[in-house]
């Protein structure tokens, strides 16, 4: 019956070859960008790796193509980043975020057709692709304010005539390694941070959306190379695992901030660790919501199915466990099942849109594989559970699903939209049900009780890096130290304290006695 439902809601008309083409054209002509682009940027433009083409996932068309780095060229890249952050670290800060501020305005001039490319490069719809360019801007935002408050302290001395103080320096060079499902947004919450902080960065996207890396790029360059500073203080080396693994071992690379998968973050955390580098790990998400019998139905309601549909269910906060007391149990089943049987499933340029494909063929097998052991774990198909094989392009109906808390289907993140639904009668029961997988990102609680609500923040509430009451687990402000614990890789990105991970924190003490106390009251004569 869904499945009927979904191609009528699915249009799929929409994806004519000429308008698809049409759209692209544009879209690339407006970015700099042709159906062939250099892939490695460090001052210049070039590439010799392989060629990888842009595939749009809801259509199965080409979109254009990237010519990748080789080592030859990720070396010369990373000599050039070196050179450019020990010119880039001496200007001042506030110079720095005049210059991101700059990077900012070029970047809004741009947000259209940016992100009109993310919508089809990465396949989420529209206002999300927009919405991930703004999120850049909001962060550039951020950084130029930072730029001038990258405070140390004074520390007392307990030595007369002493002064001591914390400072804090530029790491130097910073490997980001972002991922396919926010192609703008986690390079810029490194890059803008990063960059005020006096560090050169190099840059390898997404090979899926290597497209996207390369536009960001040019604007970037664009505004450095007006100012007459190097370009490579904003560099790229689009590639894939062999490049990745070059950055994540290469000792000129102080910092590695990598965001991907948990499997692949800890081969990057060892291979950094071994060399006694710095890394920045953003991995899995298992994210659960919680919704006590206190809470607002409507609110939850619709905040779960933003969380969970929302990029397909390919965001790492996506809502992917949902905890329901026993007392509104089945009454929430049922509105959100009503509330899934209007989700419009299609081309995400499209207004009204609210679900686009999956990113690749790959990413529908694994829903597929989640369908299936769902069912082999004992578990029920509420709603969806199909792939939509008889259309144009990666698409799944969005899927709910009743199961036990400790399946080993339900502990394990799959990059889509599914929805595991359990039953609790104690909220106790809920809280370690929230804490019994090995991701630990984000989660929430929809509760009306202000008890309840301080001990879910509390020592003995959840164990996530982002623990939210009555607001989905996604959509975070850029305001916030954005990263979870665990296997989520400890990593902390974007607003608070974040910046310090960007820089070397320094102690030093001052002398001006002409004496010499020791510490401790030592005494060495």
């Given at each position: 019956m869904f499945v009927q439902q979904s191609a009528r809601l699915l249009r799929n008309r929409a994806f004519s070859t000429s308008a698809a083409r049409r759209t692209t054209s544009v879209t690339l002509k407006a970015l700099g960008l042709d159906a062939y682009n250099l892939g490695v940027y460090n001052g210049a433009w070039g590439g010799n790796g392989t060629i990888v083409e842009s595939v749009n996932p809801a259509t199965g068309e080409v979109i254009g193509a990237v010519q990748q780095a080789n080592l030859s060229d990720l070396n010369q890249t990373l000599d050039n980043a070196s050179q450019a952050a020990k010119i880039w670290r001496s200007v001042p800060a506030p110079k720095r975020g005049e210059i991101v501020r700059q990077m900012r305005n070029a970047l809004f001039a741009k947000i259209e057709p940016l992100g009109k490319l993310v919508a089809l490069e990465m396949g989420k719809i529209l206002p999300e692709g927009i919405g991930e360019v703004q999120e850049y801007i909001d962060i550039a935002d951020y950084a130029v304010g930072l730029s001038r408050m990258l405070n140390g302290q004074v520390v007392p001395s307990e030595r007369a005539g002493h002064m001591m103080m914390e400072v804090w320096n530029p790491v130097g060079v910073v490997g980001v390694i972002s991922a396919f499902n926010f192609p703008v947004a986690v390079y810029g919450w490194n890059s803008a941070i990063s960059m005020v902080c006096g560090n050169s960065v190099v840059w390898k996207g997404a090979p899926t959306t290597a497209l996207t890396s390369v536009a960001v790029t040019k604007i970037l360059a664009e505004v450095l190379e007006t100012n007459n500073l190097?370009?490579?203080?904003?560099?790229?080396?689009?590639?894939?695992?062999?490049?990745?693994?070059?950055?994540?071992?290469?000792?000129?690379?102080?910092?590695?901030?990598?965001?991907?998968?948990?499997?692949?973050?800890?081969?990057?955390?060892?291979?950094?660790?071994?060399?006694f580098g710095k890394s920045l790990?953003?991995?899995?998400?298992?994210?659960?919501?919680?919704?006590?019998?206190?809470?607002?139905?409507?609110?939850?309601?619709?905040?779960?199915?933003?969380?969970?549909?929302?990029?397909?269910?390919?965001?790492?906060?996506?809502?992917?466990?949902?905890?329901?007391?026993?007392?509104?149990?089945?009454?929430?089943?049922?509105?959100?099942?009503?509330?899934?049987?209007?989700?419009?499933?299609?081309?995400?340029?499209?207004?009204?849109?609210?679900?686009?494909?999956?990113?690749?063929?790959?990413?529908?097998?694994?829903?597929?594989?989640?369908?299936?052991?769902?069912?082999?774990?004992?578990?029920?198909?509420?709603?969806?559970?199909?792939?939509?094989?008889?259309?144009?392009?990666?698409?799944?109906?969005?899927?709910?699903?009743?199961?036990?808390?400790?399946?080993?289907?339900?502990?394990?993140?799959?990059?889509?939209?599914?929805?595991?639904?359990?039953?609790?009668?104690?909220?106790?029961?809920?809280?370690?049900?929230?804490?019994?997988?090995?991701?630990?990102?984000?989660?929430?609680?929809?509760?009306?009780?202000?008890?309840?609500?301080?001990?879910?923040?509390?020592?003995?509430?959840?164990?996530?890096?982002?623990?939210?009451?009555?607001?989905?687990?996604?959509?975070?402000?850029?305001?916030?130290?954005?990263?979870?614990?665990?296997?989520?890789?400890?990593?902390?990105?974007?607003?608070?304290?974040?910046?310090?991970?960007?820089?070397?924190?320094?102690?030093?003490?001052?002398?001006?006695?002409?004496?010499?106390?020791?510490?401790?009251?030592?005494?060495?004569?």
């Open positions: 190097p370009g490579a203080i904003c560099s790229l080396a689009s590639g894939g695992a062999e490049i990745g693994n070059a950055i994540a071992h290469d000792k000129r690379v102080d910092l590695v901030s990598f965001t991907g998968s948990t499997n692949t973050g800890r081969k990057v955390a060892l291979a950094v660790q071994a060399r790990l953003e991995l899995g998400g298992n994210n659960a919501i919680i919704v006590h019998n206190d809470a607002d139905i409507d609110l939850a309601v619709r905040s779960v199915l933003f969380a969970a549909v929302g990029t397909a269910g390919q965001r790492c906060t996506t809502t992917r466990r949902l905890f329901l007391h026993a007392d509104i149990h089945d009454t929430f089943i049922e509105r959100l099942i009503k509330a899934y049987e209007q989700i419009k499933i299609g081309n995400p340029l499209e207004s009204g849109i609210l679900c686009g494909p999956l990113h690749t063929k790959q990413s529908v097998r694994a829903f597929e594989q989640g369908v299936e052991d769902v069912k082999a774990q004992g578990g029920k198909i509420l709603h969806g559970g199909n792939a939509l094989h008889h259309l144009v392009g990666n698409f799944v109906e969005p899927t709910i699903t009743s199961i036990a808390h400790d399946a080993p289907v339900v502990h394990r993140e799959i990059f889509a939209p599914i929805l595991h639904t359990i039953k609790y009668d104690d909220i106790s029961e809920a809280v370690a049900w929230n804490n019994e997988v090995g991701q630990g990102l984000s989660s929430s609680l929809f509760t009306t009780s202000p008890e309840k609500m301080f001990n879910w923040i509390g020592p003995e509430g959840s164990d996530c890096g982002i623990v939210n009451v009555n607001i989905p687990t996604n959509g975070a402000e850029i305001g916030g130290a954005f990263g979870g614990e665990k296997e989520t890789g400890g990593g902390r990105e974007s607003g608070s304290t974040a910046w310090q991970q960007y820089m070397r924190r320094q102690t030093c003490t001052i002398n001006y006695s002409g004496m010499l106390p020791l510490a401790q009251g030592i005494k060495f004569e």
